[in-house]
């Protein structure tokens, strides 16, 4: 009777011919799950045909079960199950502390087969038993949670599921709530992606078959020039209400949630992944591993890390217990004025991850050459017509003026707790690129500067350095306020027929 009915049910086949489709996975019969029964061939078995172009993953599973069952739960029936994950990520248990936007995620260690055991994290590890550390003689209270709030949980991140059964053309987008714990640090949470699946349903006397398209948002999680992948493709056969399942997968190994084990997909194409409102042609010169999260309707930028946890100012784990993290990236697009008749284009992406520093990267793009520096400067947001900004020199070749700051110590000293060597740079670049004046200053605690390729002018007692431009690409100012009045510097550096800047005499 079910089986007259889904051959009755009328479904759509939706497939989009932007770009040529690749073969990602033509497999002619699926895996058993390790310490699961086998079913016989008659009772379940599967074959899977994966393409995909720039916009969507299509999937045809054809499925032989002798005996169809679908009730009203979609976990509970006869079903496919698709996995998607980045290519990065090989798991999902995590200990857990909180909920919400006061998550904390811990861990044993990074690695792909070490499993968030709490027993063992904490028996084998360092953390706190009473909430309070030792450090050079001193009793300190931890900054983490009491151990009796700590939890095993799964969290998705990285990663979608979607189940699809064989009497309905619509897909379901589950386990949403395994992304609660990252929306704190994220600022949200992948969007329900089942609106972004079509499937044609077709029943026959020794099964049924499935084609499906996921939109690439069903990724969830992706880079912006996303060639692989890991993606699973699992069927399960109930027969009966209440009956124990039989399962196969389109990969050996299986473990729940557990993209180690996932099949691996390798595009000759980027999928066509893109932040809204941002000239990509910029990140597909640089080929930079930009993390996307999809959420909101679009694509937001993301980072992430592990590291050990810190238990309390200056005491971490010494033990491989690691904390992970999560921060959004606020990518945007600066605008500049043409140059020589063609234009600049600027990629800015600001961030905040475990660095105490504010952080921000730029990426400029000019006549098919990209420049990156970052933001100015690492202490506080300086105004400046100086740094961050191309000009042309008087010999007609164009510069670009950058910064970069590197951490000088770990712990440091200093408002932040951690101090930097501070750099700015004059870039040339086209056909000849060289350096043609560079500076170097650490302000906190040495107070020290450096001024000239060739020069190397040095000041002392240095409280802060400013740029300015007399005339831009020809002459600049450089001002340097000392700790008092005597160390007190303006200096005026031109550039010179040698192509290069001087102090000028």
Known sequence: MLRNYLLAVGCFWFATVFAQKEEVLNLPAFYPFPAKEIPAPKDLSASVKVEADQ???????????????????????????????MNEVNYSDYILAGSG??????????????????????K???????????????????????????????????????????????????????????E???????????????CQTTVNAAGYELRISMHNSCLAFAEQLTKNFKFCVDVYDRDEEGKTEKMLSSTPNRFYARPFYFNKASLK????????GVNNEIIEKTGINLHLFYSGGKWNGMGFGNGAIIYAEGVVSESNLIESTYYPLQVIELKYPDLKGKPVFCM????????????????????????????????????????????????????????????????????????????VYIQQVGAK?????????????????????????????????????????????????????????????????????????
């Open 124 to 182: 084998n590890g360092d953390y706190p038993v009473d909430g309070k550390v030792q450090y050079d003689g001193k009793t300190l209270k931890s900054t983490v949670p009491d151990r009796k709030n700590l939890r095993e949980d799964r969290v998705f991140f990285g990663m979608s599921h979607f189940a699809f059964t064989p009497n309905s053309p619509a897909g379901k987008h589950l386990d949403r709530d395994k992304y609660n714990a990252l």
């Open 101 to 122: 936007k006061s998550a904390r995620i811990f861990r044993n260690s990074n690695e792909a087969g070490d499993n968030a055991n709490l027993t063992n994290f904490l």
């Open 433 to 505: 690129p060289k350096t043609i004046f560079s500076g170097g200053q650490r302000l906190e605690m040495v107070h020290t500067a450096t001024f000239g390729e060739k020069d190397q002018l040095s000041a002392e007692r240095v409280k802060d350095v400013e740029y300015s431009w007399l005339e831009p690409g020809k002459r600049f100012l450089v001002t340097v306020k000392g700790l008092d009045k005597s160390a007190d510097k303006r200096l005026v550096f031109q550039y010179t027929d040698a192509g290069e800047f001087r102090l000028e005499k």
């Open 348 to 423: 800015a992406i600001n961030y905040k991850d475990l660095s105490p520093f504010r952080q921000q990267d730029l990426y400029f793009l000019y006549n098919n050459e990209v420049v990156i520096s970052r933001g100015y400067s690492y202490l506080t947001d300086k105004k400046s017509d100086f740094v961050n900004r191309p000009v042309e020199l008087p010999n007609g070749e164009i510069a670009f003026v950058l910064y970069d700051f590197e951490p000088a110590d770990p712990q440091g000293w200093g408002e932040y707790g951690k101090m930097a060597d501070e750099f």
């Open 269 to 276: 194409n980027p999928l066509n992944i893109k932040i809204a």
């Open 55 to 85: 916009d969507s993953i299509y999937f045809t599973v054809s499925v032989t079960d002798d005996r169809l069952f679908v009730g009203k739960d979609p976990l509970q029936t006869d079903r496919v199950e698709i996995w998607f994950a």
């Open 184 to 198: 704190g640090q994220l600022g949200g949470i992948p969007d329900d992606l089942s609106s972004a699946i079509r």
